[in-house]
Each structure stands twice: as C-alpha cells, then as structure tokens.
C-alpha cells in the first residue's frame, strides 16, 4: 500500500513563506513525476508544480518566481517552498505522484492534502 503524506501547510501573511513536504511510503519501485495541485473554494483543482525524475521542472503561470519545487529521491520526498506568498495562494494543497508498484504497475497517488492560508 503507497501512502502520500504532506505537512508544512498553516497560516501565514501575504509576502511570507512556507515549505511543504510530502513524503511517499510503501511498496515503491520508482516514482515517475511528483507534483502539487490546489484547489481554492469554489475553484476547480489546479496543478501548481510538477517534478520528473530527472528534475524537469514546470510551474504555473501563477507561481513562476515565487514558488520553487524540489525532491529527495532518497527520501521519496517532494517539496514546494512557496514565496512571496499572496492571498490568491489560499488553498488546499495536495501532493501527488506517479509512482511504480511491482503490483500496480504505475499509478497516480495523491496525498489528503494540506491547507494553506495567506492573510492579506
């Protein structure tokens, strides 16, 4: 059984910063792209960042410059350490990954997700 696991969500004012971390457990062979989404109240869940495994990196429009994802392979750990944080960046995140089972074969997993909350 694969398990996603973020931390590092909370309230934080509009300029500060936060990391978050999300960390895969189980029966891992390989993990293909991590990424994280969001989804704000109201909105439609949206990629934020995404990773491969070679570390090709893509960003939303939204986020380029301020945010910077990054992972330990060692840990099966992705980060997301976001700056200038902005009220528009209040939302849940959520972790996911694209990961290689000796049972499943590869398969999308995602984490329960995180909340962040930026004060203006």
């Known amino acids: 059984q694969v398990q996603l696991v973020e931390s590092g969500g909370g309230l934080v004012q509009a300029g500060g910063s936060l990391r978050l971390s999300c960390a895969a457990s189980?029966?891992?062979?390989?993990?293909?792209?991590m990424g994280w989404y969001r989804q704000a109240p109201g909105k439609q869940r949206e990629l934020v960042a995404a990773?491969?495994?070679?570390?090709?990196?893509t960003y939303a429009d939204s986020v380029k410059g301020r945010f910077t994802i990054s992972r330990d392979n060692a840990k099966n750990t992705v980060y997301l350490q976001m700056n200038s944080l902005k009220p528009e960046d209040t939302a849940v995140y959520y972790c996911?990954?694209?990961?290689?089972?000796?049972?499943?074969?590869?398969?999308?997993?995602w984490g329960k997700g995180t909340l962040v909350t930026v004060s203006s």
């Open positions: 996911y990954a694209d990961i290689i089972t000796a049972y499943f074969g590869s398969k999308d997993y």
């Open positions: 189980g029966s891992i062979f390989s993990i293909n792209v």
């Open positions: 990773i491969t495994s070679g570390e090709s990196t």
